[in-house]
């Protein structure tokens, strides 16, 4: 059994392969060949105003495959307002300023764990990935200018799987913290070559974007329909739950945009995901009228129409399916490689007796 931190993933998984790997996924998703559980989120308050914690689970595998994985997250999360904002936050409240998350591997036909897997740079990258996806299969095949939301680990996971998806012409960058944004775009020339520039609201970033994204953590609208050009695609990833209702994209935005995707509608039924929820109780949308990311990898689902059409992806929900279709290749990647700590499957296991 392996246990494999961030730095060890980070070794053997790509943008292109957590790509492909991905799209396979889908594709079997819609045929029926995979199963995934819709995540759960179980919550505590804890005695300081403002913070609970939060048990996170979900769950996926292929009929045809070797493996079955989850993925759980153990969190402390902050939802008071920065700045006049409502936000969420996951605080670093474990040992030395850490996080919990981790993703395990069982074999399906000997039923043993063969793989522990830190989840924090797979998170960002299946997150930013499945965005990507989105746009290799929605955007203007002449997409090259970005409108990025967000100066974080998440922001800059977009940027890089956007970046290999359509040749980025121009980069623009808002964040609220002028540091924060400044450093990201420099970041961005300094190691992807792109002409990046931090701009001083989320307007200038939107305006003229073939491609706006929205990686933030708010909790509130940043994304304003009125400033989004013709032809763009736009993606969003908060999501909320029953709990905390969280927007990045306003009315308008779905307003105006001639096609919807979701992660999963199912998910944004269930958990009330107000960028979809909203707009559909407002009568702005049909749920009939939004389809699954699934469903337009395998062609069942309509794709951009016009060059002027705007397209919105709203990746609104995380899936036990894209943990079951990239953890497992990163183990065997890893395996091969020599790389990870080996563990005593044997610790995992247990004898039944009377």
């Known amino acids: 059994m392996l246990l494999l931190d961030n730095d060890d993933v980070r070794k053997v998984l790509d943008v292109g392969s957590c790509l492909d790997a991905l799209e396979d996924a889908y594709r079997a998703q819609a045929a029926g060949r995979a199963v995934t559980r819709q995540r759960t989120q179980t919550y ?12 996170k689970t979900m769950e996926g595998a292929f009929l045809d495959g070797a493996y079955a994985t989850l993925r759980l997250t153990s969190d402390v999360v902050s ?3 920065v700045n006049g904002v409502a936000r969420r936050e996951k605080l670093a409240r474990g040992p030395g300023g850490t996080y919990c998350g981790l993703i395990l591997v069982f074999s399906v036909e000997r039923l043993e764990p063969v793989a522990i897997l830190h989840d924090g740079y797979l998170q960002l990258f299946r997150v930013a990935c499945t965005s990507a996806l989105s746009a290799r299969l929605l955007a203007r095949p002449d997409a090259s200018t970005l409108g990025l939301l967000g100066s974080s680990g998440q922001a800059w996971a977009h940027l890089v799987a956007m970046n290999a998806v359509r040749r980025l012409s121009r980069v623009r960058v808002y964040s609220p913290n002028p ?16 002409k990046a520039e ?14 706006v994204v929205a990686a933030t953590n708010t909790s509130q609208p940043i994304v304003n329909g009125s400033w989004i050009a013709p032809g763009a ?21 779905l307003r105006r945009a001639a096609l919807v995707i979701a992660h ?4 944004a039924r269930a958990q009330q995901h107000g960028d979809l929820w909203g707009p559909v109780s407002a009568g702005i949308l049909q749920w009939e009228q939004i389809y699954d990311l699934s469903e337009v990898v395998a062609g069942k689902a309509p794709g951009r129409a016009r060059a002027e059409d705007i397209t919105v992806f709203k990746n ?18 890893a395996r091969t490689a ?9 610790w995992f296991l247990q004898h039944m007796k009377p």
């Open 44 to 55: 505590l308050p804890l005695a300081e105003p403002g913070l609970s914690y939060c048990l």
């Open 79 to 81: 939802e008071q307002p």
């Open 179 to 194: 540091e924060h944004r400044g450093i990201f775009a420099e970041r961005a020339r300094r190691e992807l070559g792109l």
């Open 198 to 211: 931090a701009v001083d609201s989320a307007r200038d970033a939107v305006s003229d974007a073939d491609l």
């Open 233 to 253: 695609h736009v993606v969003s990833i908060v999501s909320g739950d029953l709990k905390t209702q969280r927007r990045e994209l306003d009315d308008e935005t």
């Open 264 to 267: 999963s509608k199912e998910a």
């Open 316 to 333: 609104n929900v995380g899936m036990g399916l894209q943990f079951a279709a990239v953890a497992p290749r990163i183990y065997e990647l």
């Open 338 to 346: 020599g790389i990870g700590r080996e563990l005593p499957a044997e």
